[in-house]
């Protein structure tokens, strides 16, 4: 426990508008890394009066913007074949993609069209991928920076609330919040770790 808070400290500190810029352009990107381990901690170190909540709800969209660019370049120019062969490969393992979820976050755009990148950022499930069909179909560039930056600023908007309310009420109510912080924190790298343990798994036994 006292390592997690060691950590947890590091991080605080060194929390920055350009580390959180550039947290959530690999959240955005084909690397999995939750954004609400990073917008929620910034916005609780603004409350703190260490940074600005408006500067890192800009700043975390600005990333997720640029992250979700790179995933529409990558699949607009690889192409659908070679994005397949990736998410299914070890590289793709390792990074959590399967050809599957691939599968999964194109169907839904081909259901719900160039809107399902906006909505498709307040889904857990599908807001980190759903750039690589807008890029497969060759999406209109102006419109995908549009409805991205729409989804991904209404997210990072109700984490940020998140965590500047966290901050408020923990001295009242939430006495051992850094705690509550700390567990979410570490729940989220032993899930990520499980996945891709079982992703691994299931591979080798094909």
Known sequence: ME????????????????TVF?????????????????????????????????????????GAVAGALINYYLSKYLGRPIVYKLAGSKVGRLLLLSEKKVEHAEDYFNRNGNTSTFIGRLV?????????????AR??????IIYTTAGAAIWNIILAVIGYFAYEIKDRILPYLDDVLIAIGAGFIIYLTVKALRNRKKAGEK
């Open 3 to 18: 390592l997690i808070h060691t950590v947890v400290d590091w991080y605080m500190a060194n929390l920055s508008y350009l």
């Open 22 to 62: 550039l947290l959530m352009v690999i959240e955005s990107s084909f690397i999995p890394f939750p954004s609400e381990v990073v917008i929620p901690f910034a916005a609780y170190k603004a409350a703190e009066g260490g940074m600005n909540v408006f500067g890192v709800v800009i700043a975390g969209t600005l």
């Open 124 to 136: 857990p499930a599908v807001r980190q991928l759903i750039s690589i069909p807008a890029g497969l």
């Open 139 to 144: 999406m209109n560039i102006r419109n995908f």
